[in-house]
C-alpha cells in the first residue's frame, strides 16, 4: 500500500512539468492531429494549452482560430463566435478573425426560423465588411455583402391581409399566398359544412345541424388561423432562401473537412 503511495507522490508532479516543457509546435501539431481525427474538443484542449504554457509564440494565433473551427466543426458556432471575439479585442480587423467570425454567426441558430437568427446574420455581414481587401478569401465574403445590400429582399406577404381574406371567403387568404391546394380544400370543407348544417336543420334534425356546424366553425377558424401563420412562414422561409442563394453562390460555409470542388471555401 505504502508502495502505491510513494509511487503517486513521485509521479503526479510530472504531468504539470511535462506540459509546461511541452514545446509551442508540439501542442498546435498535436492538435491538428486530434482535428484531422475528428476529436474536436480534445483538439481545443491541446490548442488552449499552447496559448496557455506559450501565450507569446507566434503558434498562438493560428492555435485560436484552430480553436474556433473546432467549435464549429462540433456544432457549437456561439462558442466559436466568442473565441474570435476575444481575439479581435486583442488583434482589432484580423482578417482570418473576422471571416471565421463571420462563418460563426452564419451558422448560429442556423436551424431555426429566419425572424430568430437575422440580428446574427447581420452581425455577419458587418464583420465581413470589415476584411481587408487585400486578404486572399476577401473576394468571396465582400462580393457576399455587396450582394446582401443589393438584392432585393422578398415582398412580404401581409397576415393580416391573409387572415382577413380567409375571414371574408374561407379559403381566399391561401390563394393569396399562392397555396392553391389548401384554399381549395378549405373553401370546399367549409362550404360542406355548412350547406349540411342547413339541411339538417331544414329536416328537423337540430341535434345533427349543431354537430356539423360547430364542427364547420372549427374548419373556418382553422382556416383563418392557417393564412395567418402561412404568411409569417412564407416571408420567413423567403428571407432564409434569399441568405442561402446568396451563400452558396460566394461558397460561405464552414466545412471541417472539405473535398476537393465541394461547396465550400473556408
Wanted: overall charge neutral; aromatic content about 14%; proline content about 7%.
Amino acid at each position: 500500500m505504502h508502495r502505491w503511495w510513494l509511487l503517486l507522490c513521485l509521479f503526479f508532479p510530472l504531468g504539470p512539468v511535462w506540459a509546461e516543457t511541452k514545446g509551442d509546435k508540439e501542442w498546435f501539431d498535436y492538435g491538428q492531429y486530434l482535428y484531422g481525427q475528428k476529436e474536436y474538443f480534445r483538439a481545443i484542449s491541446s490548442f488552449k494549452s499552447l496559448e496557455y504554457w506559450h501565450p507569446q509564440s507566434a503558434w498562438v494565433k493560428p492555435a485560436r482560430l484552430m480553436t474556433a473551427k473546432s467549435y464549429l466543426a462540433g456544432g457549437e458556432p456561439e462558442a466559436a463566435a466568442q473565441t474570435l471575439e476575444d481575439w479581435l479585442a486583442l488583434h482589432p480587423k484580423d482578417p482570418d478573425g473576422l471571416i471565421y467570425l463571420g462563418l460563426a454567426r452564419l451558422n448560429t441558430l442556423e436551424s431555426a426560423p429566419y425572424g430568430l437568427r437575422e440580428q446574427e446574420v447581420e452581425r455577419a455581414v458587418e464583420a465581413f465588411g470589415q476584411v481587408d481587401p487585400s486578404h486572399p478569401q476577401a473576394k468571396y465574403v465582400l462580393d457576399f455583402v455587396s450582394d446582401w445590400k443589393q438584392t432585393p429582399k422578398p415582398e412580404p406577404k401581409s397576415p393580416g391581409l391573409a387572415g382577413g381574406l380567409s375571414a371574408l371567403v374561407p379559403g381566399a387568404g391561401s390563394f393569396y399566398l399562392g397555396r392553391y391546394r389548401e384554399g381549395t380544400y378549405a373553401f370546399l370543407l367549409t362550404t360542406l359544412f355548412a350547406l349540411g348544417a342547413r339541411e339538417s336543420y331544414n329536416q328537423g334534425n337540430p341535434e345533427l345541424g349543431s354537430l356539423l356546424a360547430g364542427v364547420g366553425l372549427c374548419f373556418y377558424g382553422g382556416n383563418v388561423y392557417l393564412a395567418v401563420n402561412s404568411a409569417y412562414k412564407q416571408n420567413d422561409q423567403a428571407q432564409s432562401d434569399r441568405l442561402m442563394a446568396l451563400r452558396r453562390k460566394q461558397g460561405l460555409f464552414f466545412i471541417p473537412h472539405p473535398v476537393e470542388g465541394g461547396p465550400s471555401r473556408f
